[in-house]
């Protein structure tokens, strides 16, 4: 799991082409990610990688790097 | 532009962006306002709230049975009983306060998804303590307060879900309080969508039907009446299943039109002559049978009726012709059927293309309905012993010889039925065929409806017969084990012994020929007074003469 597959689906749900993202960003470093983006980002997520984060995974996210950390461990469970 | 105020006891704001979302797609206009989460009350107790300063058209008031049944976890027993009678009066009162308010504002309300805690298992029903029990009664006092407010509606959000549609995550219930998942939300603003527009003025009046592989399947012109498939068996079946809904449309005030590519004479004779047709021609407004282009029989149709096009529906199962109707007059909608017929009629109820406003001159209708109602109460009365149970079926029954049109029905009764069948001889369609042909045989073969619906042909008795020695031997007897204990069997035997009497026969011979699953007319001849051939277990003669005829209470449908 990449952070170049990630972009395009931030950049989708945030609507804005130019969002940049890296491991330690953060909710508060991009303007959209608030709570009601939040939940389109992880619906999104859950639909392409076609995974489903448990609720005490969602609740420990402090940043994309935990996101990913997360999606790799459910993809790789299949 | 369209005002929609949207209040909710849960995180509301994705049903928000759902619903903006779908009057985009179809490039309507809409204003929403959105009340803050939890606050329903006292933006409508509040006379200056923003909410009446906002002065809706709509008011979406959705709640969730997640937050009541919080609620009700935390009551005694002793508000337990009574807290649909709470909430629906506290319904009841904000109702009357936008009433006053808001006089031409409508309140569309989800019925509350209603799924049992299993507290009390399926003994919910008689505790009136339980929440299931007490989420249903919200529902049901839901449908009161409809009938009651002019300006109230409850809503079916769930019937007509995609299967593969899920409503809820727990996962976001507990980390966003949203109740439903973003996928409901989007569909129930599309339901919400349908009823505005409905509200507005944008409805259905008219559903333009094709006939060959629409109502029924084949083609009338080439399989003729016998070849086509409808009614009784197989897929025939979901063609009359199909016709029924529309016969229901039909009758709540939605006209049908025909538009076929056939010769005219052709095309009516299902509706005029067989005999599981549904849909009959005093139904049809309009028929164009031609063979003219889809597009201009359906501007003819709009003419002949005069409402306009954007009011239509073409259910069509041929792509091309549906293209061509697309093409041409856009504004007819033309739903994209599904290649298997007996999908046909769910695709087209999840559609709800005819959703509705309002019912109001259909009066005449309703009072029909209100009729039958107070008689199937009387029905329910008077059932108490099998002979009344009988006569309240009101069966009717089509006694005839084999019928070409009925061929192959015949053969697959006698190839498929297992149990109430005599000898368990199975018969292809040629030997049917040939069975009716001959003057060796007489042949009975029984259809059988009552109030509740049709059952088709469900019985066949062959019999051979032999002039000359006066005498007569079963070959077949069978009968659908859907209508035991009906009298069929006994309207069967009544007729064969009848026919018999006729030819001058003397005897008739029968024979049980017993298999793993036949047993159930072991004694069938015995008990219609047959007796056993000497040191035969399986053999049984009776004199024809001796025969009286069994009562029945079944009428003559010929």
Known sequence: MTIEKLTPIFRDVFENEEIDINLETKASDIEEWDSINHIYLIVEIEKIFKIKFTTLQIQKWENVNDIITDIDKLVNAI | ?558
């Open chain 2, 1 to 558: 532009m369209t005002r929609i105020a949207i209040l909710g006891n849960y995180a509301t704001q994705f049903l928000n962006k759902s619903v903006k979302k779908v009057f985009k797609e179809f490039g309507q206009d809409v204003l929403i306002y959105e009340a803050d989460f939890g606050t329903i009350d006292f933006e409508i107790l509040n006379s200056d709230s923003v909410l009446f300063e906002f002065k809706p058209d709509y008011i979406i008031l959705h709640e969730s049975d997640l937050a009541f049944k919080n609620e009700f976890y935390h009551l005694g027993d002793n508000e337990k009983q009574f807290f649909f009678e709470s909430k629906s009066q506290n319904l009841l009162n904000r109702l009357n306060i936008l009433q006053e308010n808001l006089p031409k504002c409508k309140v569309f309300y989800p019925m509350l998804l209603s799924s049992n805690d299993m507290v009390f298992g399926n003994y919910f029903s008689k505790v009136k303590t339980s929440w299931f029990y007490q989420v249903v009664k919200y529902n049901n006092a839901l449908l009161d307060l409809s009938n009651d407010q002019a300006n109230f509606l409850a809503i079916d959000g769930i019937s007509q879900v995609p299967a593969n549609l899920k409503l809820r995550s727990r996962s976001l219930v507990y980390t966003s309080d949203l109740h439903f998942t973003i996928d409901y939300l989007n569909y129930l603003a599309g339901v919400f969508h349908q009823i505005i527009n409905v509200n507005s003025g944008k409805f259905k009046k008219c559903v333009i039907l094709d006939l060959d592989n629409t109502l029924w399947g084949g083609i009338i012109g080439d399989d003729g009446l016998e070849g086509i498939e409808l009614g009784s068996n197989g897929v025939g079946k979901a063609y009359s299943d199909l016709q029924k809904w529309f016969k229901q449309l039909q009758q709540r005030g939605i006209i049908l039109a025909v538009c076929s590519k056939n010769e005219e004479a052709i095309a009516k004779t299902p509706f005029e002559r067989h005999p599981n047709m549904v849909l009959k021609l005093d139904d049809i407004s309009v028929f164009v049978a031609n063979w003219n282009s889809k597009a201009d029989n359906i501007n003819y149709i709009r003419e002949v009726l005069n409402i306009g096009l954007d009011s239509m529906v073409f259910i069509d199962d041929n792509p091309a012709e549906r293209a061509i109707v697309k093409e041409f007059l856009p504004e007819v909608f033309v739903p994209d059927l599904p290649n298997d017929a007996s999908e046909y009629l769910d695709y087209l109820m999840r559609l709800n293309l005819f959703e509705t406003a309002s019912v109001s001159e259909n009066d005449k209708l309703r009072t029909l309905q209100y009729h039958q109602e107070s008689k199937r109460v009387e029905l329910q009365k008077s059932v108490t012993n099998m002979t009344d149970f009988l006569i309240s079926l009101e069966m009717k029954a089509k006694v005839t010889s084999f019928q070409v049109e009925d061929y192959e029905r015949l053969s697959q009764l006698s190839l498929r039925s297992n149990q109430f069948n005599l000898r368990t001889k199975r018969y292809s369609l040629d030997d049917i065929k040939s069975i009716s042909e001959s003057d060796k045989y007489l042949t009975v073969s029984i259809s059988l409806k009552d109030k509740f619906g049709d059952y088709g042909l469900i019985s066949m008795v062959i019999v051979e017969i032999d002039k000359q020695n006066e005498v007569a031997f079963i070959d077949t007897w069978i009968m659908s084990c859907r209508v035991l204990k009906r009298n069929v069997e006994d309207l069967a035997l009544n007729h064969v012994l009848y026919q018999l009497k006729q030819l001058g026969i003397k005897n008739i011979n029968g024979e049980y020929i017993p298999t793993e699953k036949n047993r159930i007319v072991a004694e069938l001849l015995f008990n219609f007074g047959f007796e056993r051939l000497e040191n035969e277990s399986y053999k049984f003669v009776l004199e024809v003469a001796s025969y009286t005829n069994r009562e029945i209470y079944i009428e003559n449908d010929n």
